[in-house]
């Protein structure tokens, strides 16, 4: 990992990375009560040019994917990680006979680069892009302008990070990733997040099962950090315990995080251990309980 685009990063300097993500556009009269009825998000609250996160759930409350929803006019863009694009395009596009919508996958005609640190807005002339800018964002930009695009943030002097300074940064923020830290089997409630499912909207698959967690008090086990006390290794998949030798979840992710200096890990943590501070172990020795993002302000 470099760490001197790290430090640059942490210290307010602005970085992006260049990722595989999905894009695909719902539109059509029918195209709100649609999605209303496939996520786990509250369609008729979003406003023209804003966004949200939502869920794509199955029949028994279980995570096909997490995307963000943004409005556009009478058209809806839904972006998703790329291991679940194909999944969320195919749970949507199987309907499109049954009412007045379309959908429609945009995701070869885009390039997709995240953001750290603030970026100001950019303009590509006309008939290519404008990016609005903002702190800690993504952006998709048509592959035909994707050039352009990247000597513009090289002039801003905003730079490419790698993979591995990535991945660290993901898990430093908190951001589970899809076939590591979440996937068919987790059950929504359990990812932890602020503002992905709306209680008040009414019917759509899932719902049930979500709402009977909701309103029995909590989930059994939650996406959660751990800061490790000691340097030793680090098995993702690896089983937690608490200090009576009770099963208390499982580790995911881990890094070490050179701003805490300490390694620390993303775990699913059964319910009576969640409370911040709570002490566990796990293969290579003690554990401590860390409320999400690791650091407060993350990029």
């Known amino acids: 990992m470099d760490i001197d685009i790290y430090n640059?990063?942490?210290?307010?300097?602005?970085?992006?990375?260049?990722?595989?993500?999905?894009?695909?556009?719902?539109?059509?009269?029918?195209?709100?009560?649609?999605?209303?009825?496939?996520?786990?998000?509250?369609?008729?609250?979003?406003?023209?040019?804003?966004?949200?996160?939502?869920?794509?759930?199955?029949?028994?409350?279980?995570?096909?994917a997490v995307v963000r929803v943004q409005r556009q006019g009478e058209r809806f863009l839904i972006e998703t990680e790329a291991a679940t694009r194909e999944k969320v395009h195919q749970n949507l596009f199987r309907f499109t006979y049954a009412g007045d919508f379309f959908v429609e996958d945009l995701t070869a005609q885009f390039r997709y680069f995240e953001f750290c640190g603030y970026v100001p807005p950019i303009e590509l002339g006309e008939g290519g892009v404008r990016y609005e800018g903002g702190r800690s964002v993504g952006c998709f930009v048509g592959s035909n302008v994707a050039e352009a695009f990247l000597e513009t943030l090289a002039q801003l002097e905003i730079v490419p990070i790698s993979a591995e300074l990535f991945e660290t940064l993901r898990i430093e923020n908190g951001i589970p990733l899809y076939g590591v830290d979440i996937d068919e089997t987790t059950i929504v409630p359990e990812l932890g997040l602020d503002g992905l499912i709306s209680y008040n909207k009414g019917c759509y698959i899932g719902q049930e099962i979500i709402a009977r967690i909701h309103f029995r008090g909590h989930v059994a086990k939650q996406l959660t950090g751990l800061i490790i006390s000691e340097p030793g290794a680090i098995a993702t998949g690896s089983d937690l315990t608490s200090p009576d030798g009770k099963n208390a979840g499982r580790i995911t992710s881990a890094t070490f995080s050179p701003k805490l200096e300490k390694h620390i890990a993303l775990a699913y943590v059964r319910y009576e251990f969640l409370e911040e501070g709570a002490q566990l172990y796990h293969l290579g020795g003690d554990a401590m309980v860390k409320n999400l993002p690791f650091i407060a302000g993350s990029v």
Do not use: H
């Open 8 to 64: 640059y990063i942490r210290s307010g300097g602005a970085a992006y990375f260049e990722q595989q993500r999905g894009l695909i556009a719902v539109w059509g009269k029918e195209a709100v009560p649609f999605l209303d009825g496939m996520i786990t998000n509250d369609m008729k609250t979003l406003e023209d040019g804003q966004q949200m996160l939502a869920a794509f759930p199955n029949a028994q409350g279980r995570l096909l």
